[in-house]
């Protein structure tokens, strides 16, 4: 059994439920998501699938890129490469197109994206800062972080120290996310409220695992 998939971030807008009341959707496309290669334990270490998704030009793919697809038996080239983790890697056959029907209405699942990158920012911006007060006496320190180092010992900035720097660009996952619509002939799955990234993103959309609660 697949629990996961990759996807492309389209857009959002708003649907109706059945009682009129009207919520956000994300729109995600998942066509084609294609088995290039499977890999096991005896060989590899670890049973997983290699999926390839977003048909591109055969001439935008390198010669061994275009290699690796042709062992396959795959035709097309494709842009994103992926492992997703199964049991038995030899249920699937290569060249086989995973659709996104292994999603149900109202199922819940784990979204990661590469969220919008935007650059060096401070620390009012970057760690949520209040500032200094903006009062009189207080000159060109409104928007600064305020004292980094210690003392004599051990005279220095610990790692971690929140401080400006690079915000955005990094793997995020939101999970719980509910499928409101999963259509497997248009490759198009509708997630209630938001996901990670601009549009236009790669995403991993995999299913929310139940976590048991261990009775105290």
């Known amino acids: 059994m697949i629990a996961n998939i990759i996807g492309e971030k389209?857009?959002?807008?708003?649907?109706?439920?059945?009682?009129?009341?009207?919520?956000?959707?994300?729109?995600?496309?998942?066509?084609?998501n294609i088995v290039i290669q499977k890999k096991n334990?005896?060989?590899?270490g670890y049973?997983?699938?290699?999926?390839?998704?977003?048909?591109?030009?055969?001439?935008?793919?390198?010669?061994?890129?275009?290699?690796?697809?042709?062992?396959?038996?795959?035709?097309?080239?494709?842009?994103?490469?992926?492992?997703?983790?199964?049991?038995n890697p030899d249920a699937f056959t290569l060249g086989q197109e995973i659709k996104n029907d292994i999603f149900k209405e109202g199922d819940y699942?784990?979204?990661?994206?590469?969220?919008?990158?935007?650059?060096?920012?401070?620390?009012?911006?970057?760690h949520h800062f209040k500032g200094t007060p903006a009062s009189h006496g207080v000159s060109i320190m409104h928007r600064r972080g305020g004292s980094v180092g210690c003392r004599t010992y051990p005279g220095k900035v610990f790692k971690g120290k929140r401080m400006a720097g690079h915000l955005g660009d990094e793997a995020v996952t939101i999970q719980k996310l509910k499928i409101v619509k999963s259509?497997?002939?248009?490759?198009?799955?509708?997630?209630?409220?938001?996901?990670?990234?601009?549009?236009?993103?790669?995403?991993?959309?995999k299913k929310t695992v139940k976590r048991i609660k261990k009775a105290k």
């Open 47 to 87: 049973d997983a699938l290699q999926l390839g998704f977003k048909t591109i030009p055969s001439k935008k793919a390198n010669k061994p890129l275009l290699g690796h697809f042709k062992a396959a038996g795959v035709n097309t080239v494709l842009k994103v490469l992926g492992e997703v983790t199964v049991d």
């Open 183 to 205: 259509d497997a002939e248009k490759g198009i799955l509708l997630i209630k409220g938001c996901v990670p990234g601009a549009y236009g993103g790669i995403v991993r959309i």
């Open 109 to 126: 699942v784990d979204v990661t994206g590469i969220s919008k990158g935007k650059g060096f920012a401070g620390v009012m911006k970057r």
């Open 10 to 32: 389209v857009g959002m807008t708003h649907i109706f439920d059945k009682n009129g009341e009207v919520f956000p959707v994300t729109i995600i496309d998942t066509n084609p």
């Open 41 to 44: 334990k005896k060989k590899d």
